[in-house]
T-cell receptor, first 118, second 112 residues
Framework: GAVVSQHPSRVICKSGTSVKIECRSL??????MFWYRQFPKQSLMLMAT?????????EQGVEKDKFLINHASLTLSTLTVTSAHPEDSSFYIC??????????????FGDGTRLSIL | QKEVEQNSGPLSVPEGAIASLNCTYS??????FFWYRQYSGKSPELIMF????GDKEDGRFTAQLNKASQYVSLLIRDSQPSDSATYLC????????????FGAGTQVVVTP
């Protein structure tokens, strides 16, 4: 149980392209999903918290107009990297919290999306 | 600035030995603590989580928590080459429900 599907797993595209990444909770409902970014040899950095039916909350230093987040249903959140540039190349990982779980319970992570901007 | 600190390693451990990983955190109000294992190029996978002071054992893994010292550790017994990975310590933040702060990770290398 508690499977999070993230798609696509890998994207290679040209500079200036917008890229959409999907994060789906397959067997549970998630009122809250989180988006992380991880650069090589570094840890996961939280980008934003996505709440179903409301605007995402972005961490300091993350451009909300650059990284558009939509959480339109209890099982799907999307991250769109708009007008991507080489410096946006990174490993993007989503996680989801089961709405039935208490705040102490672990998040469930997707397999990540490796984004490479040429 | 709330922080989670880990020794980056690499921690070299002979096969069959015990690997000991440490993590300190600055947010005194943190209630939940997680250890994740991350293989190169892969997403983190949960190893253990702990809420209460003391030890928690699961198979070859033991998590230890000392809230007074703001310290959490992970022991890996009978280390195997497949345990070679980066281990991330994550701490729940008190100022926002469910948010985690990750340490930089400790690279563990188990040598045959």
């Amino acid at each position: 149980g508690a499977v999070v599907s993230q798609h696509p797993s890998r994207v290679i595209c040209k500079s200036g392209t917008s890229v959409k990444i999907e994060c789906r909770s397959l067997d549970f409902q998630a009122t809250t999903m989180f988006w992380y970014r991880q650069f090589p040899k570094q840890s996961l950095m939280l980008m934003a918290t996505s709440n179903e039916g409301s605007k995402a909350t972005y961490e300091q230093g993350v451009e909300k107009d650059k990284f558009l987040i939509n959480h339109a249903s209890l099982t799907l959140s999307t991250l769109t990297v708009t007008s991507a540039h080489p410096e946006d190349s990174s490993f993007y990982i989503c996680s989801a919290r089961d709405r039935r779980d208490g705040s102490n319970q672990p998040q469930h992570f997707g397999d990540g999306t490796r984004l490479s901007i040429l | 600035q709330k922080e989670v600190e880990q020794n980056s390693g690499p921690l070299s451990v002979p096969e069959g030995a015990i690997a000991s990983l440490n993590c300190t955190y600055s947010d005194r109000g943190s209630q939940s603590f997680f250890w994740y294992r991350q293989y190169s190029g892969k997403s983190p996978e949960l190893i253990m989580f702990i809420y209460s002071n003391g030890d928690k054992e699961d198979g070859r893994f033991t998590a230890q928590l000392n809230k007074a010292s703001q310290y959490v550790s992970l022991l890996i017994r009978d280390s195997q080459p497949s345990d070679s990975a980066t281990y991330l310590c994550a701490v729940s933040l008190t100022d926002s429900w469910g948010k985690l702060q990750f340490g930089a990770g400790t690279q563990v290398v188990v040598t045959p």
